[in-house]
């Protein structure tokens, strides 16, 4: 069926060193949405992005979308302990109506200080 | 403007009960989402409702059901609890119905069924 990949599942990292996430559809995306959840938190809203190969910066963080649309990243740039949460992919299938969407398994960061 | 609320915070409930999840989106949102968050499955999509209308559903049980009322407020009943519906259970609203609109997310209800 349709799914959306994401890897690491975890990744540990020194303050300082940076950090990036992928996330892999199984099919095309309308879009890219890149969710933050906080320990003990809900999902908050980062960023969408809808053009093929396109990229977009947020201060530290850098967010790519591939040429075909079924894949994408987010680094992080000396990353800081205020960084510390689940960062999850999701999109709205082509094919699929409405705002449906479908996430990753999310990658869970930790940042020692 | 007041962000996606959702009562109660945290639940117990038994085992074959039944149970009602609120949500009021932001004033405007006409579409509201439901997720449920699991360790094990991360989050899957419930339903979407617009303008008190089901537009799309997920892969769940009919013992899921969802209403949407006039003022956009939402009310996401489970019957027949089961062990395995233990989970964060998040509402989303968004402006409008489609692919490029941005979901905002209420802190969530915590369902424990014991």
Redesign the interface.
Same mark, same amino acid.
């Given at each position: 069926g349709q799914q959306v990949m994401q890897i690491p599942q975890y990744q540990h990292v020194q303050e300082g060193e940076d950090f990036t996430t992928y996330c892999n559809s199984s099919t095309t995306l309308?879009?890219i =949405?890149w969710?933050k959840q906080r320990p003990g %938190?809900?999902? #908050?809203?980062l960023i =969408?992005l #809808?053009k093929s190969g396109e990229v977009k910066k947020q201060k530290r963080l850098t967010f790519q979308f591939g040429e075909a649309k079924k894949n994408s990243s987010l680094h992080i740039t000396a990353t800081q302990t205020t960084d510390v949460g689940t960062y999850?992919c999701?999109g709205?299938f082509q094919e /699929? *109506? %409405? *705002?449906?969407? /479908?996430? %990753?398994? %999310?990658t869970q960061l930790t940042v020692n200080p | 403007k007041a962000g996606v609320t959702q009562t109660p915070r945290y639940l117990i409930k038994t085992r074959g009960q039944q149970v009602t999840l609120s949500c009021s989106p932001i004033s405007g949102h006409r579409s509201v989402s439901w997720y449920q968050q699991t360790p094990g499955q991360g989050l899957q999509f419930l339903f979407e409702y617009f303008s008190e209308t089901q537009r799309n559903k997920g892969n769940f049980p009919g013992r899921f059901s969802g209403r949407q009322f006039s003022n956009s407020r939402f009310e996401m009943n489970v019957s027949t609890l089961e062990l395995g519906d233990s989970a964060l259970y998040l509402c989303a609203s968004s402006l409008a119905l489609g692919h490029n609109t941005e979901a905002f997310f209420g802190q969530g209800t915590r369902l424990t069924v014991v």
């Open positions: 309308s879009n =949405q969710y %938190g809900h999902p #908050v809203f =969408q #809808v999850f999701a709205p /699929t *109506s %409405g *705002s449906r969407l /479908t996430f %990753g398994e %999310g | -």
